[in-house]
């Protein structure tokens, strides 16, 4: 079981939005940075948000990240097909001195 | 640019050891740890260490205390992730991952990831 928790699953037509929700506590979200994963099967993670809503060049305005005391959310707009893979929050865990993740939610693009 | 390359799939039996590898380019290797995260099927990703190549420091998730010893190597800016006592569960997608080093806790890039296979 994930110390963070997300739905298990998503979905939206293409177009769309889409929020994935990420629930902690404050011995990780409510006192560090929150950033996401987006893992297409076959692939490796890739960093899609950091320090709670700044994107890395190259990923795309339609992903945005927000936080707000224990919660984090990753918000993807005008969803494309190529959007559907799973997506993981994580955060340090100042109690554990460790870091962790959720628990990742799959997203299908209808 | 900056790319983590690891070693290729392996498969062991249980009681065995395995030893992965992640050779570092395209940055100062001292200047940023490194962490490595598995994905058993099915499940989602889970932290097992961190190591500071400069310092050698490290510092293990406390479900693989005493089974996980992470190495570096830095006149090949390679670092090591070592498992030992394999069981079955262990059977995962064992990926490294740089730290950022500006204090804002973010894993990039990732490498390929390196499938180990725990069966008799």
């Known amino acids: 079981q994930s110390v963070l928790t997300q739905p298990p699953s998503a979905s939206g037509a293409p177009g769309q939005r889409v929020t994935i929700s990420c629930s902690g506590s404050s011995s990780h979200i409510g006192r560090n940075f929150v950033s996401w994963y987006q893992r297409i099967p076959g692939t490796a993670p890739k960093l899609l948000i950091y320090?709670?809503?700044q994107r890395p060049s190259g990923v795309p305005e339609r992903f945005s990240g927000s936080k707000s005391g224990t919660s984090a959310s990753l918000a993807i707009s005008g969803l494309q097909p190529e959007d559907e893979a799973d997506y993981y929050c994580a955060a340090r865990d100042d109690s554990l001195n460790a870091w962790v993740f959720g628990g990742g939610t799959k997203l299908t693009v209808l | 640019q900056v790319q983590m390359a690891q070693s290729g799939v392996e498969v062991k039996k249980p009681g065995a050891s395995v030893k992965v590898s992640c050779k570092a380019s395209g940055y100062t290797f001292t200047r940023h740890g490194v962490t490595w995260v598995r994905q058993a099927p099915g499940q989602g990703l889970e932290w097992m260490g961190w190591i500071n190549p400069y310092s050698a420091m490290t510092n293990y998730a406390q479900s693989l205390q005493g089974r996980v010893t992470m190495t570096t190597d830095i006149s090949t800016s390679t670092v090591y992730m070592e498992l030992r006592s394999l069981r079955t569960d262990d059977t995962a997608i064992y990926y490294c991952?740089?730290?950022?080093?500006?204090?804002?806790?973010?894993?990039?890039?990732w490498g390929q990831g390196t499938l180990v296979t725990v069966s008799s």
């Open positions: 991952a740089r730290n950022d080093n500006g204090g804002n806790d973010y894993f990039d890039p």
């Open positions: 320090a709670d809503n």
